[in-house]
């Protein structure tokens, strides 16, 4: 009978969201947000403080690193070490240290003249 009478207009006012559309409000799901996924730090500003790093970088003095010294850390480590001598070099004073073991912290090492 109902199909004869045709679709009840009363029934097709409002529309139901599902669960997941419910609970979504109006422009606060992020695939919305023009810029979704974006710190918000404008690529000018990212570029320009790039360069600037590079440049500083490019004018800061280069140490050489003594033969048979390696990095303590795989980072940027101003601590070198070398087997051979049992020394620790500071790249930044360019003195030798050794381990003291008794303190928990490295102490200028003086060679021998």
């Known amino acids: ?4 009478l045709g679709v ?3 029934l097709c006012n409002e529309v139901v969201p599902t669960g997941a ?3 979504e409000k109006l422009g606060k799901h992020w695939v919305d947000k023009p810029n979704a996924g974006y710190s918000g730090t404008p690529m000018w500003k990212l570029a320009l403080e790039r360069a600037q790093r590079e440049q500083q970088e490019a004018s800061a003095p280069s140490v050489k690193i003594p033969e048979g010294f390696k990095p303590v850390d795989k980072g940027q480590s ?3 070490y070398s087997e051979k001598r049992q020394v ?5 004073d360019g003195q030798m240290y050794v381990w003291d073991a008794d303190v ?3 102490a200028l090492s003086h060679e021998a003249q």
């Open 1 to 4: 009978i109902r199909s004869a």
């Open 8 to 10: 009840d207009r009363n």
């Open 21 to 23: 559309q419910a609970c």
């Open 78 to 80: 101003e601590w070198y």
């Open 88 to 92: 620790f070099w500071r790249s930044s």
């Open 104 to 106: 928990q912290k490295y």
